[in-house]
């Protein structure tokens, strides 16, 4: 890593866990980054903007440093920016709400616009199945915010690369390439594992120590499947 985009432990991206709508995986992405970025001896700093539903704040806010922020609002992009200047020692995670881009096609700017004074980069990880409205989604938000760097990735769990044709074959992908993003797919964890980490509200880590044996190889296998993706698209 080059040490413009590393202080102190601390990454100088902001890591945008993105995809719009529910039921993607966006929450499951910000989990592996979190546990990621601290394999790594960096130090993450998490910023849940699911207010409703906080699933992954509630499960880190014991372990991660951690703050609800409501982006329906143009006071949560000031906060936003606010709280990634007051932790410049921390890689930021941001995990996205299930909401359309309405917010981000109006209020972002204040992000944007402090990137530079920030000495940040954006970097978006949008999560995407196999539906239409995922690549429409994902093109109305790098309209919205055109600086920031753009990873796409298919979630497994809706199969394996090769049926996610729409986005394969799209000019968004091609795009998306051009401009030095990457394509990846995240890797699948069995459902009675991931039902664990929700209902259980556990990290990553607090799983891979107190579910049972089988459970946690499973969640080992997978950690070591994410961990070869991240690092295609992770400083």
Partial sequence: ??????????????????????????????????????????????????????????????????????????DGWIHLVNVCDAHRDSTIVVNTAARNNYSVSNYSGT??????????????????????DSLELLKEFMEAIPDAAVHVVRNGYF?????????????????????????????????????DLYTRRLSIGAAGQKLPIGNRMELRRWQGDVKKVLEEIVD
Wanted: hydrophobic share 30%.
């Fill in 1 to 74: 890593m080059k040490d413009s985009q590393k202080v102190n432990g601390g990454s100088r991206s902001i890591y945008w866990s993105g995809g719009s709508k529910g039921g993607v995986g966006k929450s499951m992405l910000t989990m592996a980054l979190l546990d990621f970025i601290h394999a790594k001896g960096n130090r993450p700093f998490l910023i849940e903007c699911d207010t409703s539903n906080p699933d992954v704040y509630k499960s880190y806010k014991d372990e991660v440093e951690s703050e609800l922020i409501n982006l329906d609002e143009r």
């Fill in 111 to 132: 992000l944007a616009g402090g990137l530079e004074e920030l000495q940040r980069k954006l970097v978006s990880l949008w999560v995407i199945n196999r539906q239409r």
């Fill in 159 to 195: 199969g394996e690369e090769k049926k996610f044709e729409l986005y394969n074959g799209s000019k968004t992908k091609e795009l998306i390439e051009a401009k030095g993003g990457k394509s990846v797919t995240f890797p699948e964890l069995a459902d009675r594992v991931a039902d």
